[in-house]
C-alpha cells in the first residue's frame, strides 16, 4: 500500500500566483486533513474532512481552499499565495475506531517569494 | 484556552533513558498521541493514551495522568535512530488534535 501520496515535495511560488497541493490515500479512510509546521510552533490545522463532500475549517484557514470529491482524495488550493504561507505543509488521513491514528504524507516545502 | 507544553530541547546518551514530559489544558479531554518526525521527514505515530498509568511498547513507553493534565514519553536504551522530534498531541472535546511545538531530542554517543 503506498498508504498518503502528497506532491509536489518542494514548490517555490511568487506572491500572488495560485498552487494546488495534491494528497490521496489508499487506506478507504473517511477523514483526511490538511496541516502546515512553522518553526517553533506546533502542527495547525488548515482544514478536514470527515468524508467526501464534507468540508470544514481548522484553525488557520485563510488563504486556502479545499474540497472533497471522492474518499481518495483531498487537495489543497493556495488562492494567491503570500509569503507568510512559506511553510511546510503535511496531508494526514485517519479511520475510525478507537484509536484515531493519523497517517502523514511526506509534505511539502513552499516557499513564497 | 488550549494548550501544550513540552520542553524545547533534550540530550541524551546513547544506552540511556530518557524522559520527555508533556502538560495539557484543553477543552474536553479524549486522548493524548505521541509521535516520532525525523528532520524532514513525515511524524509516525508512536502511543496512544486515554485511560491513566503507562503503555508499554518495547523501548517506548507512555504514561498518562489525567488528573494532572501530565503525560511523558519514556526511551530506553537509546540508539543513535531516535534523535528525531517528539510530538504530544492532546485530543479535546471536539476530536480535534491539540499539538506541541515538539521536543528535539540529540543524542551523543
Known amino acids: 500500500n503506498a498508504g498518503v501520496t502528497q506532491t509536489p515535495k518542494f514548490q517555490v511560488l511568487k506572491t500572488g500566483q495560485s498552487m494546488t497541493l495534491q494528497c490521496a490515500q489508499d487506506m478507504n479512510h473517511e477523514y483526511m486533513s490538511w496541516y502546515r509546521q512553522d518553526p517553533g510552533m506546533g502542527l495547525r490545522l488548515i482544514h478536514y474532512s470527515v468524508g467526501a463532500g464534507i468540508t470544514d475549517q481548522g484553525e488557520v484557514p485563510n488563504g486556502y481552499n479545499v474540497s472533497r470529491s471522492t474518499t481518495e482524495d483531498f487537495p489543497l488550493r493556495l488562492l494567491s499565495a503570500a509569503p507568510s504561507q512559506t511553510s511546510v505543509y503535511f496531508c494526514?488521513?485517519?479511520?475510525?475506531?478507537?484509536?484515531?491514528?493519523?497517517?502523514f504524507g511526506s509534505g511539502t516545502q513552499l516557499s513564497v517569494l | 484556552g488550549q494548550n501544550i507544553d513540552q520542553p524545547t530541547e533534550m540530550t541524551a546518551t546513547e544506552g540511556a533513558i530518557v524522559q520527555i514530559n508533556c502538560t495539557y489544558q484543553?477543552?474536553?479531554?479524549?486522548?493524548l498521541f505521541w509521535y516520532q518526525q525525523h528532520a524532514g521527514e513525515a511524524p509516525t505515530f508512536l502511543s496512544y493514551?486515554?485511560l491513566d498509568g503507562l503503555e508499554e511498547k518495547g523501548r517506548f513507553s507512555s504514561f498518562l495522568s489525567r488528573s494532572k493534565g501530565y503525560s511523558y514519553l519514556l526511551l530506553k536504551e537509546l540508539q543513535m535512530k531516535d534523535s528525531a522530534s517528539y510530538l504530544c498531541a492532546a485530543l479535546d472535546s471536539n476530536y480535534q488534535l491539540i499539538w506541541g511545538a515538539g521536543t528535539k531530542l540529540i543524542i551523543k554517543p
Open positions: 494526514a488521513s485517519g479511520g475510525t475506531g478507537d484509536i484515531v491514528e493519523l497517517f
Open positions: 493514551n486515554v
Open positions: 484543553t477543552s474536553g479531554f479524549n486522548g
